[in-house]
């Protein structure tokens, strides 16, 4: 049985007078990884950008409409932004680790809540470097600059650094395309075995990537949603045409 | 005839080089022949720890305690003033502002820049030392109190243009590192982009720091020329420049008091080198 968790209604997007996303209506479901595919410029960063009001920072930006999460409109004029943003977590296309020790970028997410616990931050810092999958790799050197680390390693920690805030939801932002194959296929292992905790939006340009680790795809193009459904049907049987293009390889 | 443009292109960048270095070592080798004299007459102790000058006195003495400190308080107090809105300002113009405002308020901060500081003191000597006499009670408005207030409006374009460039190059990524965890703009600022900047804003503290104690003309004008140690924010001093300056035109070519005028140049070398090494070491080393 799965759940709703994301429902977008009447999405529509602007940048000044370029309409990005068309009106769209769109589902995530509870602890499942969903990708978005599509050619460059369709809007995929863009939608992903909607779920935590990051386009609020771009004063060019218009947004209609509602997305909702567990039912309540997270664009309502009462919600309160950096709620949304705690409770759903973004990771970037690059990793962006702040130039502090691997336990400061870690634990800034509690410690701007105002925790300062040392025992709590601990166990938070150590819990989700373990969940991240990097633990072991920095136990030694928490207190080191972040910026030492390998690029993957750092995109690890970046993904820690979003867990530490127990998110519900974690948006990847075609997390691997500046990694190298063996640090993609750890952090591809990773997001299925998130999978349990978090629900994942993952944007994505590598195809086989999607078909690898999600569960649902949507193929948006132009700035619409052409396609969404369980990821094997989608892969196997498209049922749009341009949809069976972008996945053999037609356009993109 | 490429290759030609290609070596006359180096030289001519080789020999400008050359050429700065050059200027600043004839500086300091005039500064130390000058200076060093002083020290076959003035014992190096009682020039560094004796308030007393008196270089015209029928009993000379050359002590420059009281000099140091003049230049010490104005500068500090300079800081004081420019550190927190110079800041203030840069983080205004690169984190809040609107591209409108900031195109109005960027270009006013360098006409503050291109005063020069004849006008500053003017202004000290004209509008606010009355206007402290007025309103706080005391009987002269030339002090460090003034000297400070008139350094640091001067000083505050310096930290913050600077300080600005330095805020404006923190990667737009790291800003949405920390949105994206839920923090406000002000978390933002204060935790993620200043530290990140923190090179380049202790630099222009430095930067600020190296002209306040380097500027002449307005303690001229208005830090009231006292040698003394001060007790009291509105006590009159007199900072080293001070003494460079307007002694220089009255002392005899070649004697202890022109050697020791050289000599309060070789301090005030001294105290921006010993700065500038300081941020040097203390910048380049630490990533924390
Ligand atoms: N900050 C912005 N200001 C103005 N227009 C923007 C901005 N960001 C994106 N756009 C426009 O929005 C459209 C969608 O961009 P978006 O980045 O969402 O595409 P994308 O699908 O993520 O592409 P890619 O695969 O290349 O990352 C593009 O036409 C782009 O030019
Ligand atoms: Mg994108």
């Given at each position: 049985m799965v759940k709703e968790l994301i429902k977008t209604k009447n999405l529509k997007l602007w940048f000044t007078d370029n309409y990005v996303l068309h009106d769209l209506d769109f589902t995530v479901y509870e602890k499942k990884i969903t990708a978005l595919i599509g050619p460059s410029g369709c809007g995929k960063s863009t939608l992903l950008r909607s779920f935590n009001r990051m386009n609020d920072l771009i004063p060019e930006c218009k947004i209609e409409g509602e997305i909702l999460l567990e039912g309540q409109n997270i664009y309502d004029s009462k919600a309160d932004v950096t709620d949304v943003r705690t409770k759903i977590g973004m990771v970037f296309q690059r990793p962006n680790p702040f130039p502090k020790t691997i336990y400061n970028n870690v634990a800034y997410g509690l410690q701007i809540r105002g925790e300062?616990?040392?025992?709590?931050?601990?166990?938070?810092?150590?819990?989700?470097l373990r969940d991240a999958w990097?633990?072991?790799?920095?136990k030694d050197r928490l207190h080191t600059s972040a910026l030492s680390l390998s690029g993957g390693q750092q995109q690890r920690m970046c993904i820690a650094r979003a867990l530490a805030n127990q998110p519900k939801v974690l948006l990847l932002d075609e997390p691997t395309s500046a990694l190298d194959p063996k640090?993609?296929?750890?952090?591809?292992?990773?997001?299925?075995d998130l999978k349990d905790k978090v629900t994942i939006l993952i944007v994505t340009h590598n195809i086989a990537q999607a078909g690898r680790i999600s569960d649902y795809t949507t193929f948006m193009y132009l700035g619409d949603i052409i396609e969404f459904g369980e990821t094997k049907r989608v892969f196997t049987v498209p049922k749009d045409k341009r949809t069976e293009d972008y996945l053999t390889g037609v356009f993109g | 005839m490429k290759v030609f443009k290609e070596i006359l292109f180096k030289a001519v960048t080789y020999f400008a080089a050359i050429f700065s270095i050059l200027a600043l070592f004839g500086i300091i080798l005039t500064l130390f022949m000058e200076g060093i004299p002083m020290f076959q007459e003035v014992s190096l102790r009682e020039f560094l720890f004796s308030s007393a000058w008196y270089p015209t006195n029928e009993h000379q003495s050359f002590g420059a305690l009281a000099l140091f400190f003049g230049s010490l308080a104005v500068t500090i107090g300079a800081l004081v003033i420019a550190v927190p809105i110079g800041l203030g300002t840069a983080v205004y113009i690169s984190e809040i502002a609107g591209s409108r405002t900031k195109e109005i308020i960027k270009p006013m901060i360098e006409l503050l820049a291109g005063i020069p500081s004849v006008v500053y003191g003017l202004f000290g000597m004209a509008f606010l030392a009355?206007?402290?006499?007025?309103?706080?009670?005391?009987?002269?408005g030339l002090n460090i109190f003034t000297a400070s207030i008139v350094l640091g409006i001067m000083i505050i374009p310096i930290i913050s243009s600077m300080s600005e460039d330095a805020l404006s190059t923190v990667p737009r990524a790291l800003r949405e590192a920390s949105y994206g965890l839920g923090a406000t703009r002000w978390e933002t600022i204060t935790r993620v982009v200043i530290p990140s900047a923190k090179t380049g804003i202790i630099g222009s503290f430095v930067l600020g720091f190296g002209r306040a104690i380097g500027e002449t003309m307005v303690v001229i004008m208005v830090a009231g020329g006292a040698a003394q140690i001060p007790s009291s924010v509105f006590?009159?001093?007199?900072?080293?420049?001070?003494?460079i300056a307007v002694e220089m035109a009255e002392t005899v070519l070649g004697s202890i008091h022109f050697h020791s005028l050289f000599a309060l140049a070789i301090m005030l070398f001294i105290i921006t080198f010993i700065t500038n090494l300081f941020t040097e070491l203390f910048l380049f080393k630490k990533v924390k």
């Open positions: 300062k616990r040392k025992s709590v931050l601990d166990d938070v810092v150590e819990k989700s990097i633990w072991d790799e920095v640090s993609t296929a750890k952090i591809e292992e990773l997001c299925i | 009355p206007f402290l006499i007025r309103n706080i009670g005391i009987d002269s006590d009159p001093v007199r900072p080293l420049t001070t003494s």
